[in-house]
């Protein structure tokens, strides 16, 4: 045999090798959600009775019982409003403060920025009990308005990061021609700066929905109200609605994940990029 | 005139921003600090405690058992990242990086777990180890071992911990994607540089991809071993911690002194687990020497 025949065998032996371990991982850490998925048209004796099978029958009653029994509609209502609420006040005001201390040098600033950078060491689960007694204060606990604001500011620290160095690559040079022209700083901001930053925006937005849209403890720890619920809390609580009737529980969890899954499968690319963008640049 | 203009402008620009993180992050962990020194198990703050608080951590029978599995734990975790998880990822990411076919559709499908919440893939888990209709337990019956059908893994002793590891240990498509995106900003006459003086696939990933890779695994290591300090909803809605606070964790401590009504404990747990995060971002940092250049 050639050297070049033995190489080309080692190579694809390498090859099989690399999508062996692949489809091994592929498959290991996706195989609970086909399970979920396949068992949500099953009927509860057929979970019962066989873990692994296909359903006899696909029937989407499951899914309607979990649009009956539960709140579910309302749970996504809740966290959609909140996600896409916070996530506006929040690109607007980290990126004025980002545009802030990037552009203007001075001890106020410097010492902003140091400040909120120190964020990013503080875990968000260690003050539970203070932030809550700040939360009754104001008289925001078991308000969705309350969790709004809340989000707002545990999400600043990497956002705001991330947007200062993004507009550091803004030429200063279009904010003294548009100053030149009389404009206000404000006006630049807003008619310069924001379209400019768009696809980091984007990058933050992405971070912070996906960090309001999954978050749990202080959901869990603020609403009391049924009604108020978010999607990940009121998760939690059908496990004791479908207390007898696994295919419903099965059938309410598909309902929650599948529209995350179907956003990241037609965002892929701006998701991906969006959240790895929070790692390289940190 | 104009610098008035501009410092008017700062303050407002900065100020809403400035507000809520010093609501929401500086005045609640000075109250968390200040608080840890003091006594509080009722509604009403008590007095100045010294450090009673933490030496009671360290010596109450029950809770000190419970402080030291949640420290084991969250070391644990972190071994099991740096060590497991991340190489797991950085595997995956060479793999994918040579671009063979399909390469994209992987990329995808391991980074679908990424981006489903915890609490959902926690109560997904929790069904898959169910005693009686779960896989595990499917599994078990199937390979005829006896002793571990109808068990609960989680709530297992010795295993219930490391059933917990695996719920997220293989989902490593964010690490991966992110050690990808570094791997494509190689430049690739370096390798050609080194194929001509002869180096062998092996000499090119140790001596050429690995130390340009330093920097993002540091920043990896980061990023995942204070995102599993902040873990809490996996395993509240896992185990709560049982049996006996084997599988409890510093933040889930927190939440139960909280609930206790021990609020003077529960921050003082809470100090711990931020400084054991600032301790951890300082080790890597130096560890890795994240921020110097790998070129001279």
Redesign the interface.
């Known amino acids: 045999m050639s050297a070049n025949t033995v190489n080309n065998f080692e190579k694809n032996i390498g ?1 099989l090798c ?2 062996i ?2 489809i091994i ?2 498959l ?6 086909v ?2 998925f396949l068992s949500s048209f099953k009927t509860t004796s057929e ?2 009775g ?3 099978s296909l359903p006899e029958h696909f029937s989407f009653h499951n899914y309607i019982k979990a649009f009956n029994t539960t709140n579910i509609t309302r749970a996504f209502l809740n966290s959609m409003m909140i996600s896409a609420t916070s996530v506006i006040f929040h690109s607007i ?2 990126t ?2 980002a ?3 990037a552009r ?1 040098k001075n001890r ?2 410097k010492s ?1 920025n140091l ?2 950078s120190l ?1 990013i ?14 939360m009754k204060g104001v008289n925001l606990d078991n308000s969705l308005l309350g969790l709004i ?2 989000y ?3 999400g ?2 990497v956002p ?1 990061l991330i947007m200062r160095s993004y507009i550091f690559t803004i030429p200063a040079s279009l904010d003294e021609s548009a100053k030149i022209d009389g404009a ?3 006006t630049i ?1 807003f008619h310069i700066i924001l379209p400019l930053s768009q696809n980091c925006l984007i990058t933050v937005l992405i971070i912070h929905f ?1 960090f309001v ?2 978050e ?2 202080y959901a ?1 720890l603020l609403i009391r109200t049924r009604d108020l619920r978010t999607l ?2 009121s ?2 609580f ?2 004791s609605d479908f207390m007898y009737d ?1 295919g419903g ?2 059938a309410a ?1 598909m309902i ?2 599948l529209p ?2 179907i956003m ?2 037609f965002f ?1 690319e701006k ?3 969006g ?2 963008a929070g ?2 640049k ?1 | 005139m104009n610098k008035a203009k501009d410092l008017h402008f700062q303050i407002s620009a900065i100020l809403p921003v400035l507000i809520l993180f010093s609501l929401f992050y500086f005045i609640p962990i000075i109250v968390l600090v200040v608080t840890s020194f003091m006594e509080w198990d009722k509604l009403q703050i008590g007095g100045f405690a010294g450090f009673n608080n933490y030496i009671h951590l360290f010596t109450d029978p029950v809770d000190s058992r419970a402080f030291e599995l949640a420290i084991k734990n969250n070391l644990s975790w972190t071994l099991f990242v740096i060590f497991i998880h991340i190489p797991l990822a950085l595997v995956t990411a060479l793999i994918l990086h040579s671009k063979n076919k399909g390469w994209k559709i992987f990329r995808v499908l391991f980074f679908i777990p990424n981006i489903i919440s915890i609490t959902a893939i926690a109560i997904i888990f929790r069904q898959l180890f169910n005693p009686s209709y779960g896989v595990m337990n499917w599994l078990f019956e199937i390979m005829n071992i006896e002793s571990m059908t109808d068990v609960n893994l989680l709530f297992h002793k010795t295993y219930g911990w490391y059933s917990i590891i695996a719920t997220w240990i293989l989902y490593i498509g964010f690490p991966t994607v992110v050690l990808l995106a570094e791997l494509e900003a190689i430049p690739k006459e370096l390798y050609e540089s080194a194929q001509i003086e002869g180096a062998t696939k092996g000499q090119e990933h140790v001596f050429i991809t690995l130390p340009l890779l330093k920097n993002i695994i540091g920043t990896l290591c980061i990023l995942l071993v204070t995102a599993g300090f902040r873990e809490f909803e996996r395993i509240y809605l896992l185990t709560g911690g049982a049996p006996e606070y084997r599988t409890g964790t510093l933040s889930l401590l927190v939440y139960e002194k909280m609930t206790y009504v021990q609020f003077a404990y529960s921050n003082s747990v809470g100090v711990f687990l931020l400084i054991i995060g600032v301790l951890f971002i300082l080790i890597f940092n130096r560890l890795f020497k994240i921020g110097k250049s790998v070129y001279l």
Do not use: H
């Open positions: 090859i690399a999508y371990f692949l991982i592929g290991a850490s996706l195989f609970p959600f399970w979920v979970i019962l066989k873990a692994i005001i980290i004025l403060a545009y802030a201390t203007f106020f600033t902003v400040y909120i964020g060491l503080i875990p968000l689960n260690c003050a539970i009990y203070p932030i809550l007694l700040i604001i809340l707002t500011g545990l600043i620290p705001y206000s700083q404000f901001f996906i849209w999954n749990f403890l869990f990940q809390v998760l939690q059908f496990m696994l529980l099965f969890m929650a994940v995350a899954i990241f499968l892929q998701v991906i990029s959240l790895t790692a390289i940190g």
